[in-house]
């Protein structure tokens, strides 16, 4: 099954179909296939190379859906076809939900990014650390305490369970796997409880860099959740939808969807052959062995914690009105929403100049060229002398695990999304699509 549509004013999603037929029939062949063709040649073969099971993907153009398409679907078994109220467990989206909290409360005095951790979480003044991971040698003293500005910009020395591709990364990580600190499962099941519990365990867990010396993809936003939560006297849940979710009308976000919307909810798959990338053979899949026989995805369970790096469950309808948020800086309705100063922290690189000009090819590989992080975002420069000005900048991205990919471009308005839900992340071609919607899209 496939939905493309190109711009057009809102209608109901029933006579959606008709309408596209009808538009399409009065476009010349040539405008029919600059629009749509360029597009689904790049995404449609993931589907019927049996790469991913659908896709729902879309682009807008400051602020409005300029194209949207989908193919295949969330769920095959209730052939549930991916629109824009489809529910996607986002992953690592949730780290900039996670930020943007952080900015709001620090906004509002309630925080301060320069805060050590040990202020609201006395467990992190005795943390040590295991130079690279490892447990061959000494463990130190941290040359300086973890602050909130670290764990925003993953510079914090802590790890996680498994890197980006699924693997391992060092003792220490391994130790996290073992003991089913901040795992995927523990999403799920949690032997250590809620969040405050998983944080105590990480606690006792050496740090693998002194921070401020090396980019690390890792449990920090999991830290922060812990922070709002204690800054807040309010479960990660509860604070985010009153500091975020109700402000910005985000009506399908949620850590845990209600049994009413489970039919909305697109299914996790996994796929039974392992390829380097997700374009070059040809896979298939099978339901989420991470997850619970009785379950289609995350965000249905109540036995697991709720977290702050991974843990959000949304729809594309949503995540646009974030993409939006961003594009203007920080401005609701034409209202500050949160500050321009602290929007900054989320729209400049804030890494190191000792860290270099691709901080993130260590986690990311070659799509972390020309790359850096903010406070919630990652950033694309064009070139080095551009890293600290986002004049200079290409795009902002994001992803997550489960192969959904995002961007904006600050500089011609235009935001993509994509979204699937299969694991392990493969690197889905968003560059390659940013740099199609940019020809299609980026004239004034």
Same mark, same amino acid.
């Given at each position: 099954?496939?939905?493309?549509?190109?711009?057009?004013?809102?209608?109901?999603?029933?006579?959606?179909?008709?309408?596209?037929?009808?538009?399409?029939?009065?476009?010349?062949?040539?405008?029919?296939? $600059?629009?749509?063709?360029?597009?689904?040649?790049?995404?449609?073969?993931?589907?019927?190379?049996?790469?991913?099971?659908?896709?729902?993907?879309?682009?807008?153009?400051?602020?409005?859906?300029?194209?949207?398409?989908?193919?295949?679907?969330?769920?095959?078994?209730?052939?549930?076809?991916?629109?824009?109220? *489809?529910?996607?467990?986002?992953?690592?989206?949730?780290?900039?939900?996670?930020?943007?909290?952080?900015?709001?409360?620090?906004?509002?005095?309630?925080?301060?990014?320069?805060?050590?951790?040990?202020?609201?979480?006395?467990?992190?003044?005795?943390?040590?650390?295991?130079?690279?991971?490892?447990?061959?040698?000494?463990?130190?003293?941290?040359?300086?305490?973890?602050?909130?500005?670290?764990?925003?910009?993953?510079?914090?020395?802590?790890? $996680?369970?498994?890197?980006?591709?699924?693997?391992?990364?060092?003792?220490?990580?391994?130790?996290?796997?073992?003991?089913?600190?901040?795992?995927?499962?523990?999403?799920?099941?949690?032997?250590?409880?809620?969040?405050?519990?998983?944080?105590?365990?990480?606690?006792?867990?050496?740090?693998?860099?002194?921070?401020?010396?090396?980019?690390?993809?890792?449990?920090?936003?999991?830290?922060?959740?812990?922070?709002?939560?204690?800054?807040?006297?309010?479960?990660?849940?509860?604070?985010?939808?009153?500091?975020?979710?109700?402000?910005?009308?985000?009506?399908?976000?949620?850590?845990?969807?209600?049994?009413?919307?489970?039919?909305?909810?697109?299914?996790?798959?996994?796929?039974?052959?392992?390829?380097?990338?997700?374009?070059? $053979? *040809?896979?298939?899949?099978?339901?989420?062995?991470?997850?619970?026989?009785?379950?289609?995805?995350?965000?249905?369970?109540?036995?697991?914690?709720?977290?702050?790096?991974?843990?959000?469950?949304?729809?594309?309808?949503?995540?646009?009105?974030?993409?939006?948020?961003?594009?203007?800086?920080? $401005?609701?309705?034409?209202?500050?929403?949160?500050?321009?100063?602290?929007?900054?922290?989320?729209?400049?690189?804030?890494?190191?100049?000792?860290?270099?000009?691709?901080?993130?090819?260590?986690?990311?590989?070659?799509?972390?060229?020309?790359?850096?992080?903010?406070?919630?975002?990652?950033?694309?420069?064009?070139?080095?002398?551009?890293?600290?000005?986002?004049?200079?900048?290409?795009?902002?991205?994001?992803?997550?695990?489960?192969?959904?990919?995002?961007?904006?471009?600050?500089?011609?308005?235009?935001?993509?999304?994509?979204?699937?839900?299969?694991?392990?992340?493969?690197?889905?071609?968003?560059?390659?699509?940013?740099?199609?919607?940019?020809?299609?899209?980026?004239?004034?």
């Amino acid at each position: 099954m496939v939905i493309s549509k190109i711009p057009k004013p809102t209608i109901s999603s029933a006579l959606a179909f008709l309408a596209i037929i009808s538009l399409a029939s009065n476009l010349s062949a040539f405008e029919v296939n $600059r629009t749509l063709d360029t597009f689904e040649k790049i995404l449609d073969p993931l589907v019927d190379k049996n790469q991913i099971p659908g896709y729902y993907f879309s682009i807008s153009k400051d602020g409005n859906m300029v194209y949207e398409r989908s193919k295949g679907y969330a769920d095959i078994a209730s052939r549930l076809i991916p629109q824009e109220d *489809t529910l996607f467990s986002i992953q690592g989206f949730t780290t900039l939900f996670t930020a943007l909290t952080i900015l709001k409360l620090a906004d509002e005095g309630v925080i301060e990014i320069s805060d050590p951790v040990e202020k609201y979480i006395p467990e992190f003044s005795e943390m040590t650390v295991a130079p690279n991971g490892m447990y061959d040698r000494d463990q130190e003293i941290p040359k300086t305490e973890v602050t909130l500005q670290h764990l925003l910009t993953h510079t914090s020395g802590l790890t $996680r369970a498994t890197n980006v591709r699924g693997g391992v990364a060092n003792d220490v990580a391994e130790s996290f796997r073992q003991n089913e600190i901040m795992t995927m499962t523990s999403m799920i099941e949690s032997e250590w409880g809620g969040l405050k519990g998983q944080v105590s365990a990480l606690s006792e867990m050496p740090l693998t860099s002194h921070p401020g010396e090396s980019f690390q993809f890792s449990v920090g936003y999991d830290v922060l959740g812990r922070v709002i939560e204690i800054a807040t006297r309010k479960p990660l849940s509860k604070a985010m939808e009153k500091l975020l979710f109700e402000p910005l009308s985000l009506k399908d976000t949620t850590f845990l969807v209600e049994p009413d919307d489970w039919w909305r909810l697109a299914r996790m798959y996994s796929t039974k052959i392992l390829s380097a990338n997700l374009q070059q $053979r *040809t896979t298939t899949f099978k339901p989420a062995t991470v997850l619970l026989k009785n379950m289609k995805n995350f965000g249905m369970s109540t036995e697991g914690y709720v977290s702050g790096a991974a843990g959000l469950i949304s729809s594309a309808r949503d995540f646009r009105l974030i993409q939006d948020l961003i594009l203007r800086k920080g $401005r609701l309705n034409g209202e500050v929403f949160i500050s321009e100063e602290k929007m900054k922290l989320l729209l400049v690189h804030q890494l190191p100049k000792s860290l270099g000009d691709a901080p993130l090819r260590t986690s990311l590989g070659p799509i972390g060229k020309n790359s850096g992080a903010t406070a919630g975002l990652l950033v694309r420069w064009e070139s080095e002398d551009g890293m600290y000005d986002p004049q200079k900048y290409d795009f902002y991205f994001g992803g997550g695990l489960a192969n959904t990919v995002f961007w904006i471009d600050p500089n011609t308005g235009i935001s993509g999304l994509f979204l699937t839900q299969i694991l392990p992340f493969r690197f889905p071609p968003f560059e390659r699509l940013e740099n199609l919607a940019e020809k299609r899209f980026g004239g004034t």
